[in-house]
T-cell receptor, first 114, second 110 residues
Framework: DVKVTQSSRYLVKRTGEKVFLECVQDMDHENMFWYRQDPGLGLRLIYFSYDVKMKEKGDIPEGYSVSREKKERFSLILESASTNQTSMYLC?????????????FGPGTRLTVT | RKEVEQDPGPFNVPEGATVAFNCTYSNSASQSFFWYRQDCRKEPKLLMSVYSSGNEDGRFTAQLNRASQYISLLIRDSKLSDSATYLCVVTLSGNTPLVFGKGTRLSVIA
């Protein structure tokens, strides 16, 4: 079974802190994604990556950056956390072997910025 | 105009009922279509793909109407365990990001 793990289930940070959210997948997937999910807004794509050291902006990249130094790991960075970044963050991966269609999600990190 | 639109619900139905969800998409170039399911406080998971000819998986039937840019999901004989949010998803191709609808919430009541 594909496993996507995220470093924390719950995280509380202060405004202005630098925050790192880590995601690791164990199925050698090429594609990795970061979303945030908010009530009434659904899943919104922040950044994605199709290969190591590659990144593409999604729909809402402002205030975020990412890093993919290894194929299995995709990190989301909040350079200076703000209260409007309080959200559920979901990481996902997929493979071109499956034509990239099925995304496997991690359990999510609920981030609260105070 | 939103790329993928769904009725947010909630749909509250008794056990055994048949319920249908609809979804419309704006990009006529979309090639692939899916329904994902998300349980409360859990991550989304693929429920089924949607094929042009329509497809069935047990109690679940998915249909696609390309001309109307419309996708549907029918659940027959609803079970309590079907209670979840159902996300309509489209993509242009295998290597472009999936576009998620906001989801339709279903509650099946005993």
């Amino acid at each position: 079974d594909v496993k996507v793990t995220q470093s924390s289930r719950y995280l509380v940070k202060r405004t202005g802190e630098k925050v790192f959210l880590e995601c690791v997948q164990d199925m050698d997937h090429e594609n990795m994604f970061w979303y945030r999910q908010d009530p009434g807004l659904g899943l919104r794509l922040i950044y994605f990556s199709y290969d190591v050291k590659m990144k593409e902006k999604g729909d809402i990249p402002e205030g975020y950056s990412v890093s993919r130094e290894k194929k299995e790991r995709f990190s989301l960075i909040l350079e200076s956390a703000s209260t409007n970044q309080t959200s559920m963050y979901l990481c996902a991966s997929s493979s071109l072997r499956d034509r990239g269609y099925e995304q496997y999600f991690g359990p999510g990190t609920r981030l609260t910025v105070t | 105009r939103k790329e993928v639109e769904q009725d947010p619900g909630p749909f509250n139905v008794p056990e055994g009922a048949t319920v249908a969800f609809n979804c419309t998409y704006s990009n006529s170039a979309s090639q692939s279509f899916f329904w994902y399911r998300q349980d409360c406080r859990k991550e989304p998971k693929l429920l089924m793909s949607v094929y042009s000819s329509g497809n069935e998986d047990g109690r679940f039937t998915a249909q696609l109407n390309r001309a109307s840019q419309y996708i549907s999901l029918l659940i027959r004989d609803s079970k309590l365990s079907d209670s979840a949010t159902y996300l309509c998803v489209v993509t242009l191709s295998g290597n472009t990001p999936l576009v998620f609808g906001k989801g339709t919430r279903l509650s099946v009541i005993a």
